[in-house]
């Protein structure tokens, strides 16, 4: 269907008004490229006022974790980005109501300021410290505690050698309905009467005691290791004297509770060199059981030694206590009314101080990473109408082709354009201009960027009022 008048005077100022569109889009991202370089300035002060505390937060949380079980979320930027982008269950900008939180009922944050209660404290999205499958050091205390119990039920002996007495189960038994029966139990079970022969009392291994050694042995070392490896999470470079210091005596109260259990391990598994009590028909195993732990040499379950392994659970439960009261202290809360969004001056510590610097990054009035990203939108948003217009373009030359004419017309039939690649002698072309009515004829002569036409164009077309020639294809 050909094109209307109105449509092609319409289509012939788009394709002439591209260009121009374009080299404003560019001007608007070159402003925003020059801003931009303000703006990004300011949101790297931001952010390095938020990483230097999230330095300390990071590893005094993956501390706080191995002493208390709760898992800890760590803040990365890309959580912060999320936040200025809205995206869906980001954490600064709750914003999904199928997820009641609980300081958000509704699931949806309404307040200029970000929300601080989880990431910016170290919970999930849903306000909590996850502690399922999570491994705390009072766990592995609680394993050695629970051997200790097990070998604190044994007898002095049994503990210091491993070994139990009994007495010779050997004898003969009279009277049995069915003989012969060979063993005590059989023999009375079967109406006989057991003589015992009265052989020697004999040791042997006692199975309890030989796998709670096994046991407590494997418990201490995993105590041992997980020390060491909370010792390893230590924050070693605090700037504040005050909690360095703290971290300091942390470090040493593990190393000297490692210490005790190296001792401890170095101890003989058993009492071999003690000559233990000899006779029979019970002597031997009477005279064991009244033994006490002075009557044997030091070895690791004999009741002095043990001692060693209790009193310092003992002493590092006190320390975990402490240790986990400094850590709060140290990471703090942040001083806002969830209620409200109210930012008020009740907070304390590092997670209050990477608090402040996220709201001044994510804060709906001004922060400095929403205007970072709205730079970038913005910048976006240009070349996208210049995609536009390019397809655009595309389409309306392949139904027209359009020069603008750059000087006026001389109320005669020749003009000069921008462009004459796209015409040819004997062309039928329109001219037109903005308020000016649309003549139409043929081309004549073209040289250069001069056209000859056949027709007389009024010196009002000129450049200024959009004049310009076209020709429908």
């Given at each position: ?149 097990i070998i604190e039920a044994a007898i ?28 005590q139990i059989t023999c009375e079970a ?210 027209m082709k359009v020069s603008i004419m ?68």
């Amino acid at each position: 269907m050909a094109l209307t008048q109105a449509e092609r005077i319409e289509i012939s100022k788009k394709i002439i008004d591209i260009p121009l569109q374009n080299a404003a889009f560019d001007n608007i991202k070159a402003n925003l490229d020059a801003n931009l370089i303000k703006i990004t300035n300011e949101d790297n002060a931001n952010k390095s006022l938020m990483d230097n505390n999230t330095a300390f937060i990071d590893p005094y949380q993956s501390e706080l974790t191995q002493l208390d079980g709760n898992a800890r979320t760590v803040l990365v930027e890309q959580d912060v980005v999320d936040g200025a982008q809205k995206i869906k269950q980001n954490y600064f900008f709750p914003n999904d109501n199928q997820v009641s939180l609980p300081n958000v009922p509704d699931g949806i944050w309404k307040f200029l300021a970000p929300f601080s209660g989880s990431i910016a404290i170290g919970k999930n999205y849903t306000e909590a410290f996850p502690t399922t499958g999570n491994i705390k050091e009072q766990d592995k205390i609680d394993t050695v505690n629970a051997q200790i119990t097990i070998i604190e039920a044994a007898i002095a002996g049994t503990r210091s050698t491993g070994l139990e007495c009994s007495e010779d189960a050997s004898g003969s038994c009279a009277g049995e309905t069915s003989p012969p029966q060979t063993t005590q139990i059989t023999c009375e079970a079967d109406g006989g009467v057991w003589t015992p022969s009265g052989g020697p009392d004999s040791y042997s291994p006692e199975a309890v005691i030989q796998q709670a050694l096994i046991d407590i042995v494997a418990a201490v070392n995993d105590w041992k290791s997980f020390m060491l490896a909370e010792k390893a999470l230590i924050l070693t470079t605090d700037t504040d004297t005050g909690r360095q210091a703290d971290n300091d005596s942390a470090i040493a109260e593990i190393d000297a509770s490692v210490a005790v259990l190296d001792s401890w391990l170095l101890y003989d598994d058993w009492d071999t060199t003690t000559v233990l009590p000899s006779g029979s028909g019970g002597t031997a195993c009477t005279a064991f059981a009244a033994m006490v732990a002075a009557n044997f040499v030091a070895s690791k379950l004999r009741a002095a030694e043990l001692q060693e392994i209790t009193d310092e659970i003992t002493g590092r439960e006190i320390v975990i206590s402490n240790r986990i009261t400094q850590l709060n202290t140290n990471l703090g809360s942040v001083g806002q009314d969830l209620s409200t969004g109210e930012i008020n001056a009740s907070g304390s510590g590092l997670y209050d101080n990477r608090y402040k610097a996220i709201n001044v990054r994510l804060n709906l009035l001004g922060g400095s990473l929403n205007k970072k990203l709205g730079n970038a939108r913005g910048q976006d948003a240009q070349d996208a109408q210049k995609a536009t217009n390019a397809s655009a373009a595309a389409l309306y030359n392949s139904v027209m082709k359009v020069s603008i004419m750059k000087a006026p017309a001389s109320n005669t039939g020749t003009i000069h354009v921008m462009d004459t690649a796209d015409f040819a002698i004997g062309n039928t072309v329109y001219l037109v201009a903005e308020d000016q009515a649309e003549l139409t004829g043929s081309i004549l002569n073209i040289s250069g960027n001069t056209v000859f036409l056949d027709f007389n164009v009024p010196a009002k077309y000129t450049h200024t009022n959009r004049s310009r020639l076209y020709k429908i294809l």
